[in-house]
């Protein structure tokens, strides 16, 4: 595995761009001079890997996360073999993101396992064993692909990570993975605090990747700015999203301000602008920038920006200010 420099800036490609923009979002964030630029997959939208392959082949340069694959959707044999596909044509290039996929939506599909936790560290075990030519384990509770063995093999073998944020989750990433994707908000107290969970698990000095998510808007206006990520936060006052909230010092009053309100919308239209200043990246290019140099500091190897808005290429041009100092 070969590791990206500690300090990346990129973008993520919403779920519900039009379809025919894909190709020129991702030309476009590498253009502008993004290091990477991760792809989602969501129940309902679009494949992961579909996704991944269309946008490496739009660019030349730019790394590709997969963001990402539940274990409990895929025979991992088979998931080897695509991203082992995808790795040889674009070598250097991938970054594949596993997790356990939302509960709601697995069990809607079918495929939610009665311990996520041990499918999801069998599953990666078996997949990293499967990219590096090796002998998967055998008897597992749900993977057991022992007898499997790919005939191509991708060199660099692409960088694995988990999409979790449970501390019992964080743990074995430290264990089984090369690091972590952490959804938004990421927070750098939450960026600090996850990290910390990864590493009391590892046994190398090798430091964890850590790709982390944020909602974005870019403007000289810091207001509108703010403003504009407002409607993409609605959804941290839910109980899922705890564990990025409870590191802040503002969680308690978070957590009281949510109980006070009927829906989501309601919640982002009431959260206060210095709240929003610490659970998303908007502001001015100068504020923005401090914002994800906080989140490397605490521990962020590449920092996504996901872009709001009806036009999300016009949006990347704005995010994109971040990127060299006015």
């Given amino acids: 595995m070969t590791s990206p420099s500690p300090r990346r800036v990129g973008v993520l490609l919403p779920r519900d761009l039009p379809l025919h923009q894909l190709t020129e979002f991702a030309s476009r964030a590498e253009s502008l001079g993004f290091d990477e630029v991760w792809v989602v997959e969501d129940l309902g939208f679009r494949g992961g890997i579909a996704q991944a392959a269309v946008v490496l082949a739009a660019t030349s340069r730019i790394t590709v996360g997969i963001g990402i694959l539940p274990a409990g959707a895929r025979n991992v044999a088979f998931a080897a073999m695509e991203v082992a596909t995808l790795a040889r044509l674009f070598p250097g290039r ?5 997790g356990h996929g939302m509960p709601d939506w697995m069990r809607e599909a079918g495929a939610w396992p009665t311990s996520p936790l041990t499918l999801l560290k069998e599953w990666t075990v078996a997949l990293r064993a499967l990219l590096r030519g090796e002998d998967p384990p055998s008897g597992g509770r749900y993977v057991d692909v022992s007898g499997v063995r790919l005939e191509e093999l991708p060199d660099p073998v692409p960088p694995v990570v988990l999409g979790v944020r449970g501390p019992k989750s964080l743990e074995a990433a430290g264990v089984v993975s090369d690091g972590v ?21 590892r046994t190398s000095g090798e430091r964890p990747l850590a790709i982390t998510y944020d909602v974005a808007a870019v403007s000289d206006d810091p207001s509108a700015a703010l403003d504009a990520v407002r409607a993409g936060l609605g959804w941290i006052g839910e109980p899922d999203w705890l564990p990025h909230i409870a590191p802040l010092p503002f969680a308690a009053e978070l957590a009281a301000l949510r109980a006070e309100c009927d829906s989501p919308e309601q919640f982002a239209e009431r959260l206060p602008e210095e709240w929003i200043g610490e659970l998303a990246l908007a502001g001015t290019p100068a504020q923005v920038r401090a914002r994800i140099s906080a989140r490397h500091d605490a521990g962020a190897t590449t920092v996504l920006l996901t872009p709001v808005g009806e036009d999300r290429l016009a949006a990347l041009r704005d995010l994109s200010r971040v990127l060299t100092s006015d």
């Fill in 181 to 201: 994707v952490l959804a938004e908000p990421s927070a750098p107290a939450y960026v600090a605090e996850s990290l910390e969970r990864v590493a009391s698990q």
């Fill in 94 to 98: 991938l970054t594949v993101g596993i």
